[in-house]
């Protein structure tokens, strides 16, 4: 069993935490929390040994009834690699103490790519992750970007990209962040950062990004359109993606035509907290047109589609798991990551 | 005087009246309600003769103060011109009434392009709206389109466009209509219908659009990309609109990012029910990449950058003023449309 560490037991690390717990082959040997909260009761009542960053605060959480077993640093020392989901920013720091203990580490998109100095995606470069100390899972709208275009780098070339991310304001659970009414460019720049992000991990590719932020909590939804290097219709377009098993189809006949019903869906299929790991593709919008021209909207669910990557970039730094497409089998089948269409 | 009648007294209607009354060359002579509202309340307030469709409700019109001249036929008889600003639909309807009196007929953008026969943009095509009896003002986010191509296709030739067209939910004052929290994709289909819409006005440009409704009211913000046909600079772009007197230029150092900030802005500078008559274009996001690749993001406001076209058209269907340019210049004087940036 792998011995899997969360630093930073918040968004996407209790998300991570519960997946670890769900593989075959891996264990949460911890997780951490800087406070007590809400998400420190979650950690108590899934089990996962909670340490903290400064021990003096360790009354504190008795007090509240949370057992703290050590620090954050005896955490590291106890597993065979750390999935780190502290905020953005705060990996970079982390990253010497990681060093010192010579262990290996994930960061998440919040951080540069030199911080890790190598950018995973699962599907994309799987095979290069072997061996490496330290890894970045790119960020939730490049994961999502990255495994579109790859998809269809891989089955009829990419010529160049252009898309448009449309980002929620806020997690739902986020009660500071705005705007309530208001479309924000973010960044009024342009390009964006996202494409070079997404280059981190397929850097032949040409492209142009542009975001901004809207009043919605659930989803990023992206507007992409690529050039293909060979002609192909939309029904050729459309079995690569039912093929694909991180690109979910949201059928037509479902109705769904928004983040909000998207997320109303995965809840009632009882996806742990409506997560969306996969790329929403709304299959009424897959349009080719002029023979080369590929369009599409994708929901990204910016909590939750990094998730299984994070597990497969354990699996891959770690050599247990030499082929991806086992990897990401393992992973589906643990989470319950079954076709939405 | 040029004798214009508004039938239809709403969103669009109000502010088009207001407008006719401030050019130097042109009265209302009526506009018309179907009930009683705080719109009627504004009509009586500005001093303009009241028509309504049904004189069987005149006595409630009556009980709450507001007189009422005559039906909505006695005030199209008195006009040489009738502003259609009816809500989407009815205007086809409305249509046999004026070939019936055999009065020139301006509609909206709710209307098919059938109605009229004949779409018009001031920039684009005002002489060939001279002895028309009908045309269409096209819908507020293919003006904002239109004017953008435009000039960029007089100045460097336009080889195709790609725009997507992020709306607004509702209007301020619609209390009915959603989303609160969704990115909906409206149509979720790809290409959307502004595409032909533009190709109304200016059907030699290969364009395509996408569009998705997000929780805002104030105005639509637009990602245009253009593909030019001669390579040229960015400084040569801001050159263009600093030179239109319908592109306003939203200077970076404002620090203006969003709709609502923008809409602030127009309030400040004193603008009646704070309206951008002109597309506003974010300077800060205008790029040219690779030389001959355009981008840029513009804020539509959807209630008012129709209005300053529905005078022109009024002038350029009754061959008043010859020249384009002179109707915009008194157009935009009468209305204080001075540079924003």
Redesign the interface.
Known sequence: MIKVAVNGYGTIGKRVADAVAAQPDMEVIGVSKTSVSAEAYIAKERGYPLYIADLSRKPAFEKAGLEVVGDVEAMIRAADIVVDATPGGVGAKNRPIYERLGKKAIFQGGEEHEVAGFSFNAHANYREAEGKQFARVVSCNSTGLVRLIHALDQAFGVERV?A?M?R?AADPDDIKRG?V??????P????SHHGPDVRTVLPQIDI?T?A?I??????H?H?V?MDLKSGTTREEVLKVFERHNRIGLIR?ATGI?????LREYTQDLGRPRTDLWENGV?E????V?NGK?F???QAIHQEADVVPENIDCIRAMLGTVKDPEESIRMTNEALGLVPIG
Chains 1, 2 share one sequence.
């Open positions: 252009r448009v449309v929620r705007p009414d208001a479309i924000v460019l973010n009024a720049t342009i390009p142009v542009l901004m809207v009043p919605t909590t659930f989803m939804m507007v359109q037509k035509v928004s983040n909000a019903q709304f009424e919008s897959v349009a047109l021209e369009y599409c909207f």
